[in-house]
């Protein structure tokens, strides 16, 4: 069973950053690639950001130049480094993994979300 935790979502005042870490836990061969995906109220969830575990980064158009993903391979954690946010920005940020077992198994998992919520 493989778990994502997700963490350092919450309230930033506008033009402020907030940095997102998901961490995969559990039993697995290898996580190649790990992402964010977000949801507003009424809308549709939404490609944010991906990465490798080798550091090749892809991103979507509203994150470019905003948004930053890492990861750290030997912990298995992403992280999503926000800055600049307004109002366009406040959602459910969820973390998703591509996660393969030694079975060659491939199981994509999901995070419970995380708030990230900007004030005016």
């Known amino acids: 069973q493989v778990q994502l935790v997700e963490s350092g979502g919450g309230l930033v005042q506008t033009g402020g950053s907030l940095r997102l870490s998901c961490a995969a836990s559990?039993?697995?061969?290898?996580?190649?690639?790990m992402g964010w995906y977000r949801q507003a109220p009424g809308k549709a969830r939404e490609f944010v950001a991906s990465?490798?575990?080798?550091?090749?980064?892809n991103y979507a158009d509203s994150a470019k130049g905003r948004f930053t993903i890492s990861i750290d391979s030997a912990k298995n954690t992403v992280y999503l480094q926000m800055s600049r946010l307004n109002s366009a920005y406040p959602a459910v940020y969820s973390c998703?993994?591509?996660?393969?077992?030694?079975?060659?198994?491939?199981?994509?998992?999901w995070g419970q979300g995380i708030q990230v919520t900007v004030s005016s």
């Open positions: 998703t993994a591509e996660v393969w077992a030694r079975t060659l198994l491939r199981t994509d998992y």
């Open positions: 990465s490798t575990s080798s550091g090749r980064a």
């Open positions: 559990g039993s697995f061969f290898s996580v190649p690639e």
